[in-house]
Every structure is written in C-alpha cells, then in structure tokens.
C-alpha cells in the first residue's frame, strides 16, 4: 500500500471512530442543545487532540454510563478470578481510538495469569500492540483480583 493510500485509510478511519461516538451522542443525550455542544467538543478534540476541547467525565457518563467492555476471568490454578471494569471515561476512549476491548481485556488477563498471588493496589500501565491502558489494579481481597481500566490510548 503507497502513503497516499495508507493516509486516507487513517483519515477514513479516524472520521468513522468519530461518527459512532456521535451516533451514540445522538441516540444517549436527549437535549438538542446538549447533543451539538458535545458532537461539536468531540470533533473539535479529534482534530486538536488537546484536552481543554474534549468532553468532561460528567459528559462521559452521559453517552457511556454502564461498563459496556469489561470482562471476568478465572485465573488458571487459583481460586481467584479477574474482574475487569471500564470507566465511561475508558469506553469513549477506547471507541473514538478504536481500540478493541476484548484486547484490552485479554491483556489483562493475561498479565494477571502470570501473578496469581497479586495482593496490593497499584496503578499500571500497559503497553501493547494495540496502545497502552492505563489501570488501577486491587489485588488485596482473597476471591478476586479488581482491574478498572481507566484509559486508553
């Protein structure tokens, strides 16, 4: 595939991940006003990828309010499992970066088959083929071990 190619696949790309954010603006938010302020905010983020144009947590909440992508596991010879949680703020992310969950998800549980006997509370970062997650990880209950993703990129 030559440059030129490839540049417009990215660009088709980036627009398509903006478009189902904004479908789910569109089909969440009941305010007409509400709905344009955000789509505008998303868009206007998507080009400048600075922070002060993006939508708020609470805004968020509002298109992503249940964890849609999480996941549990069980951890091979433990009797524990995994519990894997999304914030709203990780499922917008992860939709407007086009990030596939269930790799995030695999990654997790990946990282925590190789310690079983986790038990502290710890932010991590993890870097990966599909970009990095940024989690909050409590591994001090005996039963199971919390991950809580809280960003993607």
């Known amino acids: 595939m030559n440059k030129v190619a490839k540049k417009i696949r990215d660009i088709i790309s980036r627009l398509a991940n903006v478009d189902k954010v904004i479908k789910r603006i569109e089909k969440k938010?009941?305010?007409p006003e509400k709905q344009e302020e955000m789509i505008e905010k998303v868009e206007t983020y998507n080009k400048t990828k600075n922070p002060r144009d993006d939508i708020d947590l609470?805004?968020?909440h509002m298109i992503?309010?249940?964890?849609?992508?999480g996941d549990e596991f069980d951890i091979p010879n433990s009797r524990r499992e995994v519990d894997i949680n999304w914030t709203?703020?990780?499922?917008y992310r992860s939709e407007l970066r086009d990030i596939d969950p269930d790799k995030v998800n695999v990654a997790i549980r990946n990282m925590v088959d190789i310690r079983?006997?986790?038990?502290?509370?710890?932010?991590v970062k993890l870097n990966r083929p599909f970009?990095?997650?940024?989690?909050?990880?409590?591994g001090r209950r005996p039963s199971d071990i919390e991950a809580d993703v809280v960003t993607v990129y």
């Open 64 to 69: 992503y309010p249940t964890d849609e992508m």
């Open 131 to 138: 970009g990095t997650a940024v989690l909050s990880i409590d």
């Open 58 to 60: 609470r805004e968020t």
């Open 88 to 91: 709203s703020h990780a499922n």
């Open 116 to 123: 079983p006997k986790f038990d502290r509370f710890e932010k």
């Open 29 to 31: 938010v009941h305010s």
